[in-house]
């Protein structure tokens, strides 16, 4: 079982460029985030989706865009690269999007954008 | 809102030395609160929860009691080893926070032979 993959794992970007960060569970997961790790800040939400078909708005949303057409993707989209949007960015999953459930992370995306 | 207060790293002990990493949080309501590990270069993993007052998470050795008299959540481990080496994220989630899931900064730990 692959669980969470993500892909690209790494890349470099020119600023005004756009993006995009895929992630695929076969976990049959409802719910699934997108999170961006900064040094000292932890992780912070970015996006998530409840179940295919529904997105929402995390905690920093702004300059970034997600689609859920099926449960097993979930992309996240740059639509004009900026120097902040360097991070280190996870996507994860859940069954549900309930205070008690385990999120499962991928690997990872570096992105870096000059 | 709510929040989560980890102890600054970086932390280092030699093998077999005990761990304890403070974790303090402010809810709202009532969460659930998670130790997540991510080890180098790879995702972050779930180590352990608790999802009520003096529920005590344990797994591989480590244990965290959800204490809400003092809203902490501190991790700890009796004997260390070298392959414990990762960074540490507390976290909760919270219903009155849409279920938000809210980390720490997370707490680097290295451990030498």
């Known amino acids: 079982i692959a669980g969470i993959t993500q892909a690209p794992t790494s890349q470099i970007l020119a600023a005004g460029r756009r993006m995009t960060l895929r992630c695929t569970q076969d976990?049959?997961?409802?719910?699934m985030y997108w999170y961006r790790q900064d040094l000292g800040l932890g992780l912070r939400l970015i996006h998530y989706?409840?179940?295919?078909?529904?997105?929402g708005k995390g905690e920093v949303p702004d300059g970034y865009s997600v689609s859920r057409a099926n449960t097993d993707d979930f992309p996240l989209t740059l639509a004009s690269a900026v120097p902040s949007q360097t991070s280190v960015y996870f996507c994860a999953s859940s069954e549900e999007r309930g205070p008690t459930d385990t999120q499962y992370f991928g690997p990872g995306t570096r992105l870096t954008v000059l | 809102g709510n929040s989560v207060t980890q102890m600054e790293g970086p932390v280092t002990l030699s093998e077999e030395a005990f761990l304890t990493i403070n974790c303090t949080y402010t809810?709202?309501?009532?969460?659930?609160l998670f130790w997540y590990v991510q080890y180098p270069g790879e995702g972050l993993q779930l180590l352990l929860k608790a999802t009520k007052a003096d529920d005590k998470g344990s797994n591989k050795g480590f244990e965290a009691t959800y204490r809400k008299e003092t809203t902490s959540f501190h991790l700890e481990k009796g004997s260390v080893q070298v392959s414990d080496s990762a960074v540490y994220f507390c976290a909760l989630s919270d219903r009155s926070n849409n279920n938000d899931m809210r980390f720490g900064a997370g707490t680097r730990l290295t451990v030498k032979p």
């Open positions: 809810a709202t309501g009532y969460p659930s």
């Open positions: 976990m049959r997961h409802n719910a």
């Open positions: 989706s409840n179940t295919a078909g529904t997105t």
